[in-house]
Nanobody
Framework: QVHLAESGGELVQAGGSLRLSCAAS????????MAWFRQSPGKEREFVAA????????YHADSVKGRFTISRDRAKNTLILQMNNLKPEDTAVYYC??????????????????WGQGTQVTVSS
């Protein structure tokens, strides 16, 4: 069983930065791909960023490329999303996910079987 717990979401002004963390069960990173998704009110959940099991390959949605960076601290079993130059359209609940997924599914919800409860990010204009 994999347990995931997000933290770090808060209210921030446009142009600001936030660092989201996802605490994962020990041993998760070596066995699962990890990802961040987000969901805004009235919209479907969308892919933000992912990192493969080996930690060597990352993926970012076009809407966040150059602004967000996914990484992991394996010693602390923590997944990180560094978000810079935040925009009001980044406002959403951000979810951490883990899954034994394949490359073709790594940016899709169905590639992940474990989810955290989410953390709210609000960007004011």
């Amino acid at each position: 069983q994999v347990h995931l717990a997000e933290s770090g979401g808060e209210l921030v002004q446009a142009g600001g930065s936030l660092r989201l963390s996802c605490a994962a069960s020990a041993g998760t990173f070596g066995n699962y791909a990890m990802a961040w998704f987000r969901q805004s009110p009235g919209k479907e959940r969308e892919f933000v960023a992912a990192i493969k099991q080996n930690g060597g390959t990352t993926y970012h949605a076009d809407s966040v490329k150059g602004r967000f960076t996914i990484s992991r601290d394996r010693a602390k079993n923590t997944l990180i999303l560094q978000m810079n130059n935040l925009k009001p359209e980044d406002t959403a609940v951000y979810y951490c996910a883990a899954g034994r997924t394949i490359t073709s599914e790594i940016m899709k919800e169905r590639g992940y079987g474990y989810w955290g409860q989410g953390t709210q990010v609000t960007v004011s204009s």
